[in-house]
Nanobody, 123 residues
Framework: QVQLVESGGGLVQAGGSLRLSCAASGRTFSSYAMGWFRQAPGKEREFVAA????????YYADSVKGRFTISRDNAKNTVYLQMNSLKPEDTAVYYC????????????????WGQGTQVTVSS
């Protein structure tokens, strides 16, 4: 069992930055690939970024490539999402998710989810 708790969301102006954190419980965090997803009102949950269990491989949605950076610290059981050059269209609830070993971009492939953190970007 893995429990995930996101933090770091908030209100920011367009062009600003935020760093989201996702703290995981359990002693097997390093066995899990981690993903960040987001869901805006009236829209489906979409893939944002993912990182392999070792941190050696990262993956991004085209819409955030070059602006967002995913990273992890296995010693701290935490995954991060650094978001720069934020746009109003980045406004959504951001969720972190965990699945054993292999990275996926599809939400239903993930086994554990956090409660989400709201990110609002004003124009």
């Amino acid at each position: 069992q893995v429990q995930l708790v996101e933090s770091g969301g908030g209100l920011v102006q367009a062009g600003g930055s935020l760093r989201l954190s996702c703290a995981a419980s359990g002693r097997t965090f390093s066995s899990y690939a981690m993903g960040w997803f987001r869901q805006a009102p009236g829209k489906e949950r979409e893939f944002v970024a993912a990182i392999s269990w070792s941190g050696g491989s990262t993956y991004y949605a085209d819409s955030v490539k070059g602006r967002f950076t995913i990273s992890r610290d296995n010693a701290k059981n935490t995954v991060y999402l650094q978001m720069n050059s934020l746009k109003p269209e980045d406004t959504a609830v951001y969720y972190c998710a965990a699945k054993l070993w292999v990275v996926q971009r599809i939400p239903h492939e993930y086994d554990y989810w956090g409660q989400g953190t709201q990110v609002t970007v004003s124009s």
